[in-house]
Structure formats: C-alpha cells, structure tokens
C-alpha cells in the first residue's frame, strides 16, 4: 500500500511540475488563500485525476483551457505528499508549506484563524519572485 501511494504522489508531482501552478492568491474577502492547480485542455485527464486527488475542475474562459484546482486543506494535503517527489517547483512548494504552517494554520493548530496579512503578502511576493526568475 505504502508503495502504491509513492508511486501515485511520484506521478501527481510530475505533473504538478510540467502542468501545475502553486500559488498564493487574495479572496474576495481580503484573505490569502493557497492554491495548487493544473492546467490541460483534455477535460478527460483532469476528470481521472480528481478522482484520485480530488480538487475541482474550472473552465478558463481567455484560454479555454480546464483547470484542476486544490484549495485551503486539500492543497496542504496533495503539496505534503508529492513534496519529496518534485523536481521543478520544490522551491515554490517550500514556500507554499512555509504559508500553510505560518498563515493557513494559526497559532492554536487550527485553519482560518486571522491572518498575518503581512507575512502572507510577504510569501506570496516571495513566489511570484521565484516564478519571475524561473519564466521569465
């Protein structure tokens, strides 16, 4: 069973570093949010992985692409376990767990506690700096 589990995160982090966009974003209600996402325009290979991984699947209207998205827990769940197994966005999961610990969970262990706006804003400049230098 442990195999089959490293086999399957091994899979889901080799996508997640040729397809896959982790980011920290602002929700319509100020707060910073994780996100883990990945972008096809086969519908059907998103379908076979959110039955694996779970997530939701969005339409992007500019690129008519689909889009698999992981939220809140269930990005800091898929980040943990393909973290080992990835090549590309290590760096960017780093900092991504780095926010989960720091601003998703706060100080009593639990989610959705008040933020600290600055040290989320911080990270997510601090992403958006590693993605900048990496495709630019």
Known sequence: ???VDKIKFSYLAGIIDGEGCINVSVNNTKAYCLQVR??????KDLILLQ????????????TKNYQ??????????????????LKWKK?????????ISQIMIGKKGRYGEK????LAKFIKEQLSAIKRRKYA
């Open 51 to 62: 039955k694996e991984y779970g997530g939701k699947i969005y339409v992007n209207s500019n």
């Open 68 to 85: 698999l998205h992981w939220l809140g827990k269930n990005s800091e769940l898929i980040l943990r376990n393909i973290f080992p197994f």
């Open 115 to 118: 933020q600290n706006r600055k």
């Open 91 to 99: 760096d960017e999961a780093e900092l991504a767990i780095a926010f």
């Open 38 to 43: 990945i972008s096809q325009k086969n519908k």
């Open 1 to 3: 069973m442990i195999i």
